[in-house]
């Protein structure tokens, strides 16, 4: 387990950490659902903030579409049963075998088969490394709909690990993870650019203000500098609610305010 001392995202690329162990903190999230039907849609767990109009809408559409699913008769899970490089993978789920998971994964997710392209969502949503998470982006694209819809979905719950996973030791004021804390930042700045739909971007943003500053800002500055005028927009909106109103654009200013407010030594390059 990993104790992040600092991060200094702040010349360009990646953030720069120092580790140490640690002990783990926290307490785990409490998930929520809302119906439609017979259809349970699994909500965010972490916290009970209200809705953002972005989930709500996000949110109404994946109901929607795994209801009709519902109405005609269709089940990914049965459908998938039926095929034996689906088993395959659900074999090497069961077994935690990462390695397997991960080989099955980048197979199935280029096939012709929607049926096959489906079964590794969540397969890669629970390895959550930056590779996983790079093709999950690209699921987000896929031509049926609901597979688009539930990529973003299972990405969505790795945001929720994360603001979980993350935390503040009271004693020291440094943050413990198990994560290595670049694959974060990477993970994390690249789920909002590739995102395919702006609400999906503002909903992976929203999570990103949950973080600790010390990795919300370098993600958010990441999208400032490479991401659409839509998704700018929404960065510094939530870079200004993460720095308290402060008015923050760039990253020297970033490092100013960390270095004022969180007493943070940025690592020299």
């Not at 074999?91 to 590794?120: C, P, T, W, Y």
Request: with cysteine.
């Amino acid at each position: 387990m990993g104790i992040v001392r600092s991060v200094g995202a702040w010349e360009g690329g990646e953030p720069d950490v120092e580790e140490s162990t640690g002990k783990e903190l926290g307490q785990k999230g409490k998930a929520s659902s809302v119906q439609e039907g017979e259809i349970d849609i699994d909500m965010p767990a972490v916290s009970e903030v209200p809705l953002t109009e972005a989930q709500k809408r996000v949110y109404g559409r994946l109901n929607k579409l795994q209801f009709e699913q519902f109405q005609k008769g269709f089940s990914w899970e049965e459908e998938e049963a039926k095929d034996s490089e689906c088993v395959r993978l659900r074999e090497f789920l069961d077994e935690n075998d990462a390695e397997g998971i991960m080989a099955q994964a980048q197979f199935l997710a280029v096939s012709e088969s929607k049926v096959r392209r489906h079964s590794v969502i969540e397969a890669l949503g629970w390895l959550g490394t930056p590779e996983a998470m790079e093709i999950l982006s690209e699921l987000q694209n896929d031509e049926e709909e609901d597979i688009a819809e539930e990529s973003f979905s299972a990405m969505e719950h790795f945001f929720d690990r994360l603001i979980v996973e993350i935390l503040m030791d009271s004693t020291t004021g440094e943050l413990v993870c198990d994560r290595d804390v670049n694959e974060i930042f990477e993970t994390c700045s690249d789920a909002i650019l590739n995102a395919n739909d702006i609400d999906h971007s503002d909903i992976f943003m929203t999570k990103v203000e949950a973080l600790d500053v010390k990795l919300a800002i370098p993600i958010l500055l990441e999208v400032i500098e490479k991401g659409s005028e839509a998704q700018k927009e929404i960065a510094l909106r939530d870079l200004d609610v993460v720095t308290h109103g402060s008015g923050i654009t760039t990253r020297e200013e970033a490092m100013i305010w960390l270095q004022n407010d969180q007493e943070i030594t940025t690592p020299e390059k």
